[in-house]
């Protein structure tokens, strides 16, 4: 049984502490929509993996940084808001994702592909472990690496162009580490919930700390927290392992918010 | 006198737009110089900065700025000029602590694998002391009052050792205490050697000012002295009411 069990508990810390990393920079970026939309774009190119010869996997990766790239350059050259380019990328690549799976052999609603759209604990192996892995490493490192120029770009924009920095690089890092962060997270939590890990643990994290360094500490250790918490529930209760993660990260969410120092009424002077 | 900033027939616009936000602008501002520019909205004060900064790029004439033309000097250019934008406040959930802000002005200064030396802390502590914030270092930037954060980036650009100052409409949404308390800070940076441009819609600073250039369609002129108040530049220059 641990041997069923183990890479899923394992996976679901990592996605859990990836989402939380990643979901601080999202939430400074005010692109809240971002985990929805490269999610449902990594759905869609799951499902062309069963049309065509390439791992569902890979192309995951490659429609989720579609989205990256639509949200970098692309916005950047057609001068579209960020968020109008997620509204159109949201419903094209769910439409897409559907029109794949009902070209698709077999039976569409039986296909791994959709699985992704819920997430699965049983789907969760040790290829997958390693990805995680792999992704957080690379995420943390390359933020680590390049944390001056990060932390100045997610401050504004403007400041970190007078500081020297130029933002338009840093800002597409950013926006393609997301993109690998939902894909890879995908297998377990799924397409429609990632957007909670995503963004729950980051604002909790956002209501106990004023210092984006805590913050990018605190955000990952919630992360990975509410991902144990939901996938012990999902396998207790036998619940679906996403909506497990994302009541948990709800409720610590809700706790932070009730614990937050930035809740408390001032003092009157002694 | 050395020149700071010099403008020679510069044009720039926005994709988009059917005509340049500002044409034939030429101007300079010498060593120390702080002068101020004024017009109506939408006249293009702000694009003359952006252009000066380099986050706009000019279609035509050149833009030189401390020796250097801006379009070859590229991101290095800016780590000597300082830029407050007009409609920056820190909302009070801005997870960085003042102190960070100050420090991040130099950023650009280090590769990103080098270590930040422990001075660079104890100057911007020392910036911020400069400017009457030394208890505030510790405080998020958002907790701040709108006068102050604009103050604490002023230590920014103090701390970062700008030699030009670009400020655009600094004084808005400050009561009047607060703007005379921001325009000394400016007039300190002044007084020790710092080249100042700022985009004016009130009174401040215009006493103070060596030159003051009218920016209005798109095009700019200096005026012929300094006026006292910008309601008489209204009515000189503006008779329609700008």
């Known amino acids: 049984m641990w041997g069923l069990i183990l890479p899923a508990l394992v996976g679901s810390a990592l996605a859990g502490a990836l989402s939380g990393l990643l979901g601080v920079c999202a939430l400074r970026l005010q692109l809240s929509s971002v985990g929805f939309a490269m999610a449902h774009a990594a759905f869609a190119g799951a499902a062309l993996g069963l049309l065509v010869p390439v791992p569902p996997l ?4 490659l429609f989720a940084l579609g989205v990256a790239a639509l949200l970098g350059p692309v916005s950047e050259f057609t001068r579209l808001p960020a968020e109008v380019v997620l509204g159109v990328s949201f419903p094209l690549t769910m439409a897409l994702g559907f029109v794949f799976l009902a070209l698709a052999p077999g039976e569409a609603f039986g296909s791994p592909a959709l699985s992704l759209l819920w997430g699965s604990l049983l789907g969760v192996g040790w290829r997958d472990v390693a990805l995680l892995s792999g992704v957080l490493a690379g995420s943390g490192g390359l933020l680590l690496l390049f944390r001056r120029e990060v932390l100045s770009v997610l401050l504004d924009r403007r400041l970190a162009e007078e500081a020297g920095i130029p933002a338009r690089p840093y800002l597409w890092l950013i926006l393609f580490l997301i993109a690998a962060a939902v894909a890879a997270s995908l ?4 397409g429609i ?16 700390a004023y210092d984006m360094k805590k913050l990018l500490l605190l955000a990952p250790l919630i992360g990975a927290l509410s991902s144990l918490g939901g996938f012990a529930a999902s396998w207790r209760f036998d619940l679906p392992v996403g909506a497990a993660i994302a009541l948990v990260a709800a409720g610590a969410f809700a706790l932070a918010t009730l614990l ?6 001032p003092q009157p002077a002694k | 006198m050395e020149r700071a900033i010099e403008l020679v027939g510069v044009a720039a616009g926005y994709a988009g737009a059917d005509r340049p936000a500002i044409s034939g602008v030429s101007f300079s501002l010498g ?8 017009g109506p909205n939408g006249a293009g004060k702000t694009t003359v900065l952006e252009v000066i900064l380099g986050l706009l790029p000019y279609q035509s004439g050149s833009v030189r700025v401390l020796g250097e033309e801006v379009r070859e000097a590229g991101t290095r250019l800016r780590r000597r000029l300082a830029y407050l934008p007009q409609d920056l406040f820190f909302p009070p959930d801005t997870p960085y602590l003042t102190r ?14 080098r270590r930040l030396p422990r001075k660079e802390r104890e100057l911007a502590q020392g910036a911020l002391a400069g400017f009457g914030l030394a208890d505030k270092a510790g405080w998020p930037i958002g907790h701040l009052s709108g006068g102050q954060q604009r103050k604490a980036l002023l230590a920014r650009a103090f701390a970062k050792g700008a030699q030009v100052l670009l400020l655009d409409e600094p004084f808005a949404s400050l009561d009047p205490e607060a703007r005379e308390d921001l325009a000394r800070a400016v007039l300190r940076l002044r007084e020790q050697g710092m080249t100042v441009l700022a985009v004016l819609h009130e009174d401040v600073l215009l006493a103070q000012a060596d030159r003051a250039f009218l920016v209005r369609e798109g095009r700019l002129e200096e005026l012929p002295g300094v006026p006292r108040r910008i309601h008489d530049l209204w009515e000189q220059a503006l008779p329609c009411g700008g």
Do not use: T
Request: hydrophobic share 50%; glycine share 10%.
């Open chain 1, 58 to 61: 890979l192309l995951s990766f």
């Open chain 1, 187 to 190: 297998r377990l939590v799924g």
């Open chain 1, 193 to 208: 919930l990632i957007y909670s890990l995503l963004l729950l643990p980051a604002s909790a994290a956002s209501q106990l």
């Open chain 1, 260 to 265: 937050s120092p930035k809740r408390r009424r």
């Open chain 2, 31 to 38: 060593q120390g110089e702080l002068g101020v520019l004024v």
């Open chain 2, 100 to 113: 960070d802000v100050v420090m991040m002005g130099r950023f650009g200064l280090y590769r990103p694998w």
